[in-house]
Nanobody, 124 residues
Framework: QVQLVESGGGLVQAGGSLRLSCAAS????????MAWFRQAQGEEREFVAA????????YYTVSVKGRFTISRDNAKNTVYLQMNSLTPEDTAVYYC?????????????????WGQGTQVTVSS
């Protein structure tokens, strides 16, 4: 099974940018549809973005559309989440998820593998 490790989180001021990375090991990431979820303290884990195996199709939750971009570099076995125009409402632990069946939906239960998460904190 693929193993996922997120990085790139941190503290940023409102209006700033961060790029998260999700590095895959043990399996080729091109075999998996990939997604990013986030979970704010005391809240449910919510869908942020997803990308198909080839990278030709991407999906976003409404609140991040136009600000966040999901991408993948299958040669580097890595998936990215570029986050621009960050607001305090984006503060959360961000998780990378993978599904070998190609699922790119918004349900957390559709993904079979998860990373450990990386904290993103946006100050006002």
């Amino acid at each position: 099974q693929v193993q996922l490790v997120e990085s790139g989180g941190g503290l940023v001021q409102a209006g700033g940018s961060l790029r998260l990375s999700c590095a895959a090991s043990r399996r080729t990431v091109s075999n998996y549809a990939m997604a990013w979820f986030r979970q704010a303290q005391g809240e449910e884990r919510e869908f942020v973005a997803a990308i198909s195996r080839s990278g030709s199709n991407t999906y976003y939750t409404v609140s991040v559309k136009g600000r966040f971009t999901i991408s993948r570099d299958n040669a580097k076995n890595t998936v990215y989440l570029q986050m621009n125009s960050l607001t305090p409402e984006d503060t959360a632990v961000y998780y990378c998820a993978a599904d070998s069946g190609g699922y790119v939906g918004s349900s957390r239960y559709g993904y079979e593998r998860w990373g450990q998460g990386t904290q993103v904190t946006v100050s006002s």
